[in-house]
């Protein structure tokens, strides 16, 4: 991660040409770019390209970057375009789903083993759930929570107005309770 | 912040999420740094370096000091004609596709999804993975073996196979895509591995064989099957 003066500063070599300056900002959020991509594509292969593409149009696109405007929300929209431009070509998208075991961290609480497999069904049926979600209110819970993405963020990576975002994932929240009710 | 949303973040967390691509930034400032050049300009270099990668190739497997006598090119295969063929070692349709592993693990080794025929809800119990690079299903065609194999281009020297003059190579349409269909006597197969590079092992193939192209695949059918009958299970991979 670099800080917010470095990173305007990177932009700023990268806009003259400085390959190693974009270098620096493609190892810096490569991980959150190809993970973007990989919930809108849907499988491992054109989130690759996608994100491939999006760093390599993003820099021929930095004469068009603001400055002073925060560079990652602008990097995610040009990242899930290349990525959402995938999905629609695909026959079909692949569903998300949960790691084969739950991996400890340090200092975490051991649960009984049937506590780890209630959590791990309950998980599985809320994730379940957002997958029965329509694109568009799945895309802004995936981008909001599962990527952890903020308002403005989720914005540009949907193409939408921050409004819009509000809203979708009001109705999303909103019907993952009634799908989830009882359940929760 | 609701339960719900403390368990949507959380939920962020347990995905089974792939790893992220290795060396992204390097292959990014590749791109950038290859100037483009106009498109006759481009098509006349890939020509000539697919040339030469053909030449090398023939040369490049010991005891071939082959004559090329035409090559073809398609997706991330090269078929290559020559005089000879180099020694290789038999491969039954029941051994040496490599590692076999449940199609999740596979796919997430070889970081494309395989496209497969209809399976009635069932997927295939294993796929096999030689290099993480190719992924091969057995399916049953008419109660005979098929293999299904698949990878994603590495280059134009992902998959090659050399033939002699008693090979026939046939262009093909499959699903509006370009294919060849390889009939006749036995060919050599050798490929790209992305783990340890180009393998100078190659195989002794005694089957059919219909390679073509889907999206950033290419696919190819072995087993004893006619061009029709390869060619109507190729439309149904998807």
């Given at each position: 991660m670099?800080?917010?003066?470095?990173?305007?500063?990177?932009?700023?070599?990268?806009?003259?040409?400085?390959?190693?300056?974009?270098?620096?900002?493609?190892?810096?959020?490569?991980g959150i770019?190809f993970r973007t991509a990989y919930v809108m594509?849907g499988?491992?292969?054109?989130a690759?390209?996608?994100?491939?593409?999006?760093?390599?149009?993003?820099?021929?696109?930095?004469?068009?970057?603001?400055?002073?405007?925060?560079?990652?929300?602008?990097?995610l929209?040009?990242?899930?375009?290349?990525?959402?431009?995938?999905?629609?070509?695909?026959?079909?998208?692949e569903r998300l789903s949960l790691r084969a075991a739950a991996e400890a961290r340090p200092g975490d609480a051991v649960p009984s083993p049937e506590a780890a497999l209630l959590s791990r069904e309950s998980q599985g049926q809320l994730l379940a759930a957002v997958e029965r979600l329509?694109?568009?209110h799945r895309d802004a819970i995936a981008c909001r929570y599962l990527l952890d993405l903020s308002e403005?963020e989720t914005?540009?990576a949907l193409?939408?107005?921050?409004?819009?975002v509000k809203?979708r994932v009001s109705r999303a929240l909103e019907r993952l309770r009634e799908e989830l009710e009882g359940e929760l | 912040m609701t339960s719900l949303e403390i368990r949507l973040r959380a939920l962020g967390h347990e995905l089974d999420l792939p790893p992220d691509?290795?060396?992204?930034?390097?292959?990014?400032?590749?791109?950038?740094?290859?100037?483009?050049?106009?498109?006759?300009?481009?098509?006349?270099?890939?020509?000539?370096?697919?040339?030469?990668?053909?030449?090398?190739?023939?040369?490049?497997?010991?005891?071939?000091?082959?004559?090329?006598?035409?090559?073809?090119?398609?997706?991330?295969?090269?078929?290559?004609?020559?005089?000879?063929?180099?020694?290789?070692?038999?491969?039954?349709?029941?051994?040496?596709?490599?590692?076999?592993?449940?199609?999740a693990?596979?796919?997430?080794?070889?970081?494309?999804?395989?496209?497969?025929?209809?399976?009635?809800?069932?997927?295939?119990?294993?796929?096999?993975?030689?290099?993480?690079?190719?992924?091969?299903?057995?399916?049953?065609?008419?109660?005979?073996?098929?293999?299904?194999?698949?990878?994603?281009?590495?280059?134009?020297?992902?998959?090659?196979?050399?033939?002699?003059?008693?090979?026939?190579?046939?262009?093909?349409?499959?699903?509006?895509?370009?294919?060849?269909?390889?009939?006749?006597?036995?060919?050599?197969?050798?490929?790209?591995?992305?783990?340890?590079?180009?393998?100078?092992?190659?195989?002794?193939?005694?089957?059919?064989?219909?390679?073509?192209?889907?999206?950033?695949?290419?696919?190819?059918?072995?087993?004893?099957?006619?061009?029709?009958?390869?060619?109507?299970?190729?439309?149904?991979?998807?």
């Amino acid at each position: 991660m670099v800080d917010r003066p470095l990173e305007t500063e990177l932009v700023e070599r990268a806009r003259r040409g400085d390959l190693h300056a974009w270098e620096t900002i493609v190892r810096t959020h490569q991980g959150i770019a190809f993970r973007t991509a990989y919930v809108m594509a849907g499988n491992a292969a054109d989130a690759e390209e996608a994100a491939q593409d999006g760093f390599v149009k993003a820099y021929r696109a930095l004469g068009r970057f603001r400055r002073g405007a925060p560079f990652r929300p602008w990097l995610l929209r040009i990242v899930a375009n290349e990525a959402r431009n995938r999905r629609r070509s695909a026959a079909r998208r692949e569903r998300l789903s949960l790691r084969a075991a739950a991996e400890a961290r340090p200092g975490d609480a051991v649960p009984s083993p049937e506590a780890a497999l209630l959590s791990r069904e309950s998980q599985g049926q809320l994730l379940a759930a957002v997958e029965r979600l329509s694109d568009d209110h799945r895309d802004a819970i995936a981008c909001r929570y599962l990527l952890d993405l903020s308002e403005d963020e989720t914005a540009a990576a949907l193409g939408i107005r921050r409004g819009t975002v509000k809203s979708r994932v009001s109705r999303a929240l909103e019907r993952l309770r009634e799908e989830l009710e009882g359940e929760l | 912040m609701t339960s719900l949303e403390i368990r949507l973040r959380a939920l962020g967390h347990e995905l089974d999420l792939p790893p992220d691509p290795p060396d992204l930034a390097t292959r990014v400032l590749a791109e950038l740094q290859g100037r483009r050049p106009f498109p006759w300009r481009r098509a006349a270099v890939l020509a000539l370096a697919v040339l030469a990668i053909a030449v090398a190739a023939a040369f490049a497997v010991p005891q071939a000091r082959t004559a090329i006598l035409r090559f073809f090119h398609l997706g991330g295969a090269n078929v290559i004609r020559v005089d000879t063929l180099p020694p290789a070692r038999e491969r039954s349709l029941t051994h040496g596709f490599g590692k076999p592993l449940p199609q999740a693990g596979a796919e997430r080794l070889l970081g494309f999804r395989m496209a497969l025929p209809p399976v009635h809800g069932h997927p295939p119990a294993r796929v096999y993975v030689i290099g993480n690079s190719i992924g091969t299903v057995a399916l049953r065609r008419h109660g005979r073996p098929v293999l299904l194999s698949e990878f994603k281009s590495f280059g134009a020297q992902s998959l090659k196979k050399l033939m002699t003059a008693a090979t026939t190579v046939e262009p093909v349409t499959v699903n509006g895509g370009a294919g060849l269909w390889i009939k006749g006597a036995p060919h050599t197969l050798t490929y790209f591995d992305r783990s340890f590079g180009f393998q100078e092992r190659p195989v002794l193939i005694r089957g059919n064989v219909l390679l073509w192209v889907r999206g950033p695949l290419t696919l190819r059918l072995e087993g004893d099957l006619d061009r029709a009958a390869a060619i109507e299970l190729a439309r149904t991979v998807h």
